[in-house]
């Protein structure tokens, strides 16, 4: 039995690519050279010790924080986070653990408390 492996472009397959992102914070680094490569349809968990980098790395591909160093692309193309907003609009979102929620609406509702619904924008 043989077996035969077809490589693809991966870089082609690429939905989210973060590289070199560096972050400092009163002269501590927070991130220094990290990357991250997301395709559709993954699933990824950041796992480290508290102060790696997790959650600053999150904020800077949500738009959270500027990257002092780096870049992202979405689709192949660069793409420029500078705002929560900006991030929304490329389809780059974060859902945080909140252990505060409200119990008399949906999960739902919940998640996307605080976001404008298609309703209250007359669509």
Excluded: C, W
């Excluded at 790696?52 to 959270?64: E, H, R, W």
């Excluded at 689709?75 to 500078?82: C, G, H, K, S, V």
């Excluded at 999960?107 to 408390?113: D, F, P, R, Y």
């Amino acid at each position: 039995m043989s077996a035969v492996m077809v490589q693809e472009d991966q870089d082609s397959l690429l939905a989210l690519r973060a590289h070199d992102i560096h972050k400092h914070f009163d002269g501590v680094a927070a991130l220094s050279g990290a990357r991250l490569d997301v395709r559709e349809g993954e699933i990824h968990a950041l796992l480290g010790e508290n102060g790696a980098g997790k959650s600053t790395l999150i904020k800077v591909l949500t738009g959270v924080h500027q990257p002092d160093q780096g870049s992202l692309e979405r689709d192949a193309e660069p793409l420029e986070i500078r705002t929560v907003r900006d991030a929304q609009r490329a389809g780059v979102v974060a859902l945080y653990q909140e252990t505060s929620i409200i119990p008399t609406i949906s999960v739902a509702e919940n998640i996307l408390l605080g976001e404008r619904t298609p309703a209250q924008e007359g669509l």
